[in-house]
């Protein structure tokens, strides 16, 4: 990775507190993600996070109902290195559960890449997740769509 990305992670990395993290239950064929054997470790005093949840900061309709559903397909496929999309009617949206092993490769894609390029890299690699919600394709980058979206907040 680029050394001004790193030097950014480095800094949001020390101004944010992170709480303990919840036991996330057990995966398929009893591997807890918190327990000694599973996937979640801790070293030197803090757990080792093994999955990033890529969410878009201009998607505030999301669901819960999506981020349930891509941690419960994370959690029950014994194949732990798979990136997880939601989908809706056949379309691929956000947010996208990302495993540690493809970190550093998506942190050093060019600003000219975006993460559809590394997707189609690594097309062998995605689970797609049907999910009951249009909310996984919706964004705001226009002012209009911004207008039509507060109308959906109290």
């Not at 030197?44 to 559903?69: F, I, K, S, T, Y």
């Not at 995605?126 to 959906?152: H, W």
């Amino acid at each position: 990775p680029s050394l001004s990305r790193i030097q950014e992670r480095e800094g949001v990395e020390s101004r944010v507190a992170l709480p303990p993290l919840p036991d996330m239950g057990e995966r398929e064929g009893g591997e807890g993600l918190s327990s000694e054997g599973g996937q979640g470790r801790k070293r030197r005093g803090r757990r080792e996070v093994d999955v990033a949840l890529l969410v878009l900061g201009d998607q505030p309709q999301l669901q819960p109902a999506v981020v349930q559903a891509l941690c419960r397909e994370t959690l029950k496929v014994s194949q732990t290195f798979r990136v997880y999309i939601p989908t809706y009617e056949g379309r691929r949206g956000h947010p996208i559960c990302l495993p540690r092993p493809f970190w550093e490769e998506v942190l050093a894609l060019p600003w000219t890449a975006s993460l559809r390029d590394f997707l189609r890299q690594h097309h062998a690699d995605v689970v797609e997740v049907p999910v009951e919600t249009p909310s996984i394709l919706q964004d705001m980058d226009t002012r209009e769509d911004y207008e039509s979206l507060k109308g959906a907040f109290p």
